[in-house]
């Protein structure tokens, strides 16, 4: 079982920078997918940065391709998203989550299923 707690969410102004971090524990053999997805209210679950097989390659939705980050520091147990040019649109709740993922491509899918998620932080940009 995996655990992961997010922090780091807040308001900022539109073309403003967050970075958020998601704590990982537990066992390290059911995350070779990690990623961050985002839902806005009314609208569904977003995808917008996976990373796989402990930070050795990335995927970006098209939406954040460019302004966003997915890194992991494995000696901190950590999976961070940087967020540079927030837009507006950028608003949502924002989760982490990990899981099993035998290629790399099954990982950056959207028929990904992700085993365990954390509890969400939310994002605010103001235009």
């Known amino acids: 079982q995996v655990q992961l707690v997010e922090s780091g969410g807040g308001s900022v102004q539109a073309g403003g920078s967050l970075r958020l971090s998601c704590a990982v524990s537990?066992?390290?053999?059911?995350?070779?997918?990690m990623g961050w997805f985002r839902q806005a209210p009314g609208k569904g679950r977003e995808g917008v940065a996976r990373i796989y097989g402990g930070g050795g390659s990335t995927y970006y939705s098209d939406s954040v391709k460019g302004r966003f980050t997915i890194s992991q520091d494995n000696a901190k147990n950590t999976l961070y998203l940087q967020m540079n040019k927030l837009k507006p649109e950028d608003t949502a709740m924002y989760y982490c989550?990990?899981?099993?993922?035998?290629?790399?491509?099954?990982?950056?899918?959207?028929?990904?299923?992700?085993?365990?998620w954390g509890q969400g932080t939310q994002v605010t940009v103001s235009s």
């Open positions: 537990g066992d390290t053999s059911g995350r070779s997918c």
């Open positions: 989550a990990a899981g099993p993922a035998p290629w790399i491509n099954i990982c950056y899918s959207g028929s990904w299923l992700p085993r365990n």
